[in-house]
């Protein structure tokens, strides 16, 4: 069954004094767009990483814990049937809820819903149909499944199989909600925004909108939605007017009460970066930097307890930098030694973030390195080189280490915070990552 949308918010007036990064309490999380690396996906308290087996033929989805290597879950894939008896396809990609327990199966035929210690998966259909729609994301409670009916967003309630439509204004030729397809993306080709995403609460849905043309013009403004499962509402975040710049990133503070916006100029040449209360759809500029037109967008904003770090161009080397609640500086994290090419992970409870970069001098000017940074004290440690897979946990500082040996075999180990190999996860024949 489908129930109704949810009502749209009244307008509230407020006067914003202070815009403030932290929540009640100290913030531990942020979430963003779900992410996979060679078949790897971790899930968001960092307490389990999965990817694919391989048994000759057959394939299999395992969990590792990250605490000590040791094995969570299995969930077959080849051969395998699902509660009613169909099998399985092959899925495209894998998701995870917060605490690794439930696993959400995406292929192109439907979606398959399962839970560590069941069985089987259960296809997720709606009443009279037979597949879910586009764009399904998990809720980090594993709960839900948002995805896209049409122009508007909707979620499923994985228990029930009830639907609710969140938003009821979507239209072909006019605002389009949750909108992500090709033309959209060339359009805006530095957008790095999903359609949807989730709270880390799991109570709020972050959804990329996109208004009808102006009269005269041919581009499409982009807006930022969030509907609010525990209000019954939906609210439009105020970025400010389409000719100031265009939302290409956002992540979820850990309380789900607020998002931090990155708005891209028109030209290009200024990313500014907004702090959006979504209860009221208020948004403040932080702080803004200028950036060559052609330079890439670089993932390296996250918050960190009531302040948060972000990078910048300085000197033509780009920097990792701490900021305060106000977006004033605290301080550079990265020396210029090396130029960051991206936030690999964060561990805020150690207090470091791991970074990919460039050497900028010495012997090895040029050479990529993934690098541990200390964010109060210490001294940067290089973890990985060159061509080396790392990848990282949200959450308490495991990661994954790939290489190819001499052989051409590649091999993946999981790494606890403290560096000590828990485990071999993946030793194969040739390129090909596998399990």
């Known amino acids: 069954m489908t129930s109704a949308p949810l009502r749209r918010a009244a307008p509230v007036v407020v006067l914003v004094l202070l815009a403030v990064l932290s929540g009640a309490g100290a913030a531990t999380a942020v979430a963003r767009a779900p992410a996979a690396h060679d078949g790897l996906v971790w899930s968001a308290d960092g307490s389990l990483v999965a990817g694919s087996v391989h048994r000759g033929n057959a394939l299999a989805f395992r969990g590792w814990n990250a605490r000590d290597g040791s094995v969570r879950w299995e969930l077959p894939i080849s051969g395998a049937k699902d509660v009613e008896g169909a099998p399985i396809p092959e899925p495209a990609s894998i998701q995870l809820s917060a605490d690794g327990n439930e696993v959400l199966l995406v292929s192109g035929r439907g979606l398959w819903f399962w839970r560590a210690g069941s069985p089987a998966a259960r296809h997720l259909k709606l009443e009279g149909e037979t597949e879910l729609g586009d764009a399904p994301r998990l809720s980090p409670s594993g709960g839900k499944v948002a995805f896209v009916r049409g122009e508007d967003v909707a979620a499923l309630d994985v228990e029930s199989g009830t639907a609710t439509r969140l938003t009821d204004d979507g239209t072909d030729a006019g605002a389009r ?259």
């Open 177 to 435: 909600n949750a909108a992500a397809d090709e033309r959209l993306r060339g359009e805006h080709p530095l957008l790095e925004l999903p359609a949807l995403l989730w709270a880390p609460s799991s109570r709020a849905l972050l959804f990329l909108r996109e208004e009808p043309a102006p009269a005269g013009s041919t581009s499409f403004p982009l807006r930022l939605g969030v509907a609010d499962l525990a209000w019954q509402a939906v609210r439009l975040l105020d970025l400010g007017a389409p000719e100031t710049g265009t939302p290409v990133r956002a992540t979820w503070r850990s309380d789900s009460r607020a998002v931090a916006v990155e708005r891209l100029s028109p030209d290009r040449t200024r990313l500014d970066l907004l702090l959006c209360q979504t209860e009221r759809g208020r948004c403040v500029a932080l702080c803004a930097h200028p950036r060559a037109a052609d330079d890439p967008l670089v993932d390296s904003f996250r918050f960190f307890g009531s302040s948060f770090v972000w990078s910048r161009v300085e000197g033509g080397v780009r920097g990792l930098f701490e900021y305060d609640g106000f977006g004033r500086e605290i301080g550079r994290l990265l020396p210029d030694a090396w130029s960051l090419t991206g936030v690999a992970g964060f561990d805020l409870e150690r207090g470091t973030v791991a970074v990919r970069a460039v050497a900028t001098r010495g012997p090895g000017r040029g050479d990529a390195v993934v690098i541990s940074v200390p964010l109060r004290s210490g001294v940067p440690r290089v973890l990985a080189r060159g061509d080396d897979e790392a990848v990282f946990a949200p959450a308490g500082g495991a990661w994954v280490h790939g290489w190819h040996d001499a052989h051409g075999r590649f091999h993946r180990q999981l790494v606890s915070p403290s560096g000590e190999v828990l485990r071999e996860l993946s030793p194969t024949s040739g390129s090909e990552p596998g399990g």
